[in-house]
T-cell receptor
Framework: QQQVKQSPQSLIVQKGGISIINCAYE??????FPWYQQFPGKGPALLIA?????SEKKEGRFTISFNKSAKQFSLHIMDSQPGDSATYFC???????????FGKGTHLIIQP | DTGVSQDPRHKITKRGQNVTFRCDPI?????LYWYRQTLGQGPEFLTY????????KSRLLSDRFSAERPKGSFSTLEIQRTEQGDSAMYLC??????????FGQGTRLTVV
């Protein structure tokens, strides 16, 4: 049973545009929602994370929007750059206890 | 380098052989996690330790998989009698309590 559904599977955005990746979860016990960025051959690196007591969190060009009632959260990358080209994973967890449940990933390509 | 360190980075083994991977977490981190990542998928949680105690191991993929963290510092993941389906990237992550988990670069296993 896939507990975190991520879309789209792949995404092409022009340089300077906004990249939007969406995730939906099923388990209402989740209380920690991070986004990770992964380059080929590397481990995932944390980009930004949110807890369900806030609806939005912004760090630089990256913003998480969180909708608790819909059990959905999304990543927005503003002013997307070619260096942002990577695979992005959403995840959900229980505040660090136990492991994270990851989505299947979104392969993002930023065209110059 | 004070990040999570994994060794080896790559391992090629013949089917039926045993393999062992090592993970050195960030020094002050008390939690250590193991994940498996197959091509085109997100990381899949396997097990985790708090200090030397293994608090979750029900998601280890089979009884051929085992993990240890004998002194609460480094950890090893062993796969006995490897099968071709074990070919994947094995990722280690560590955290200080329920704070952010940092991933290592992973060990890529190829079973031939």
């Amino acid at each position: 049973q896939q507990q975190v559904k991520q879309s789209p599977q792949s995404l092409i955005v022009q340089k300077g545009g906004i990249s939007i990746i969406n995730c939906a979860y099923e388990n209402t016990a989740f209380d920690y929602f991070p986004w990770y960025q992964q380059f080929p051959g590397k481990g995932p690196a944390l980009l930004i994370a949110i807890r369900p007591d806030v609806s939005e969190k912004k760090e630089g060009r990256f913003t998480i929007s969180f909708n608790k009632s819909a059990k959905q959260f999304s990543l927005h990358i503003m002013d997307s750059q070619p260096g942002d080209s990577a695979t992005y994973f959403c995840a959900a967890g229980y505040g660090g206890a136990d492991g994270l449940t990851f989505g299947k990933g979104t392969h993002l390509i930023i065209q110059p | 380098d004070t990040g999570v360190s994994q060794d080896p980075r790559h391992k090629i083994t013949k089917r039926g052989q045993n393999v062992t991977f090592r993970c050195d977490p960030i020094s002050e981190h008390n939690r250590l996690y193991w994940y498996r990542q197959t091509l085109g998928q997100g990381p899949e949680f396997l097990t985790y330790f708090q200090n030397e105690a293994q608090l979750e191991k029900s998601r280890l993929l089979s009884d051929r998989f085992s993990a240890e963290r004998p002194k609460g510092s480094f950890s090893t993941l062993e796969i006995q009698r490897t099968e071709q389906g074990d070919s994947a990237m094995y990722l280690c992550a560590s955290s200080l309590g329920d704070r952010v988990a940092f991933f290592g670069q992973g060990t890529r296993l190829t079973v031939v």
